[in-house]
């Protein structure tokens, strides 16, 4: 999450979407095996072997083949999911928090159409750091709206910032909307 504090009158966060390293990186383990997979069974099938590696040819389809064969069309199917999450960047958007119109408004790219919720300064109780350390960490800084008992996370999903840098910016945004800032221990 990317902030501009510089502006007096308006804050402008992106978010990064899916478009990671670990994304693209999974993307191609999926494909070469999903593919590997598939070819391993139409050789165990035709009796031909299509993989450079191995003797594929030599399994015998029922059921050797067919269960490699549904792993491969399994892992296609999940490969093509990812690869369209990367394509359209889903997750990714951006926060804009405007002091002279006392706007907010948080823009998501969604799977089929973007997503996007404007609320009134008025409408902001807190900002609130969400963070826990463990097994599955997150660290990231969210609306409380009043009245509501509803939290919306700012940041991006995966972002794992240093935890004096999500302190700061939370401070900040805090200061900047004139609302309370929870979860400081």
Do not use: C, H
Request: hydrophobic share 40%; net charge positive.
């Amino acid at each position: 999450m990317d902030s501009n504090y510089d502006s007096s009158s308006e804050i402008q966060q992106q978010i990064n979407g899916s478009r990671k390293l670990s994304n693209y990186l999974i993307g191609v383990m999926l494909t070469i095996g999903g593919v590997g997979f598939v070819l391993a069974s139409l050789s165990s099938y035709t009796g031909n072997d299509l993989l450079p590696l191995g003797n594929p040819s030599s399994l015998i389809f029922v059921p050797q083949g067919l269960i490699m064969g549904a792993y491969g069309v399994v892992a296609n199917l999940l490969n093509i999911y990812l690869w369209y999450l990367v394509y359209i960047n889903f997750g990714s958007g951006y926060n804009k928090f405007n002091k002279e119109s006392k706007i907010v408004v948080i823009k998501r790219k969604g799977i089929f159409k973007d997503l996007e919720v404007k609320l009134n300064f008025d409408e902001i109780k807190s900002v609130k750091l969400d963070i826990s350390e463990g097994f599955n960490p997150r660290r990231r800084i969210a609306l409380v709206l009043k009245g509501k008992k509803k939290i919306l996370p700012l940041s991006g999903a995966g972002d794992l910032k240093p935890l004096l840098q999500v302190e700061e910016d939370g401070a900040r945004l805090a200061k900047f909307l004139n609302v309370n800032l929870e979860g400081l221990k």
